[in-house]
């Protein structure tokens, strides 16, 4: 690509997808307010629903957050009663952490928010093309996960 070509930015489908994710994440984060929860919070609980007992840094990795940011948001949680952690069985040094019966409380109350943000979000989209667009984003997962090459950059 030359220098002297322009790139609409705006046009890009990447930027596209990125400013819909960040509309999503403060509607998220507004809707959980209810709650008390923050979205990263809400992604903890609801992965260790799907997985009880998971490591912290296995956790992170899921929820999306470094494992810096994943301390402060278990410790918050467990404060407040919603997780508690305990000893790995076969391996003491290593904490798995789980829901308490508030946690599960609380993350049910969270799905139920989310779930109404989702609707609001895909609410003048037809179920065909809702089922089209889940099909074609993870398309682009795979793609981007499977194909880990850097990309080609022209000289300048």
């Known amino acids: ?10 046009g890009l489908l990447g930027y596209k997808l990125k400013q819909t ?6 509607r998220m984060d ?6 008390d929860l923050t ?21 992170a990795r899921s929820a999306f957050i470094t494992a810096q940011t994943m301390h ?8 407040r009663g919603l997780i508690h952690r305990k000893s790995d069985a076969s391996h003491g ?10 946690g599960m409380k609380v993350v049910q109350q969270a799905h139920n928010v989310i ?16 089922v089209l667009l889940e099909k074609l984003l993870l398309e682009c997962f795979n793609n981007l996960h ?10 300048q």
């Open 1 to 10: 690509m030359s220098t002297s070509q322009e790139i609409n930015v705006a």
């Open 21 to 26: 994710q960040h509309s999503l994440r403060l």
């Open 30 to 35: 507004e809707a959980l307010k209810t709650l």
């Open 39 to 59: 979205t990263p919070q809400y992604a903890v609980l609801a992965q260790l629903e799907l997985r009880p007992g998971i490591s912290n840094a296995a956790l």
């Open 72 to 79: 402060g948001i278990v410790s918050n949680l467990e404060k």
């Open 93 to 102: 040094r290593i904490l798995c952490t789980e829901l308490t019966k508030q």
């Open 115 to 130: 779930s109404k943000v989702e609707a609001s979000m895909t609410s003048t989209i037809t179920e065909d093309n809702k």
């Open 146 to 155: 499977t194909n880990r090459m850097a990309p080609d950059i022209e000289d």
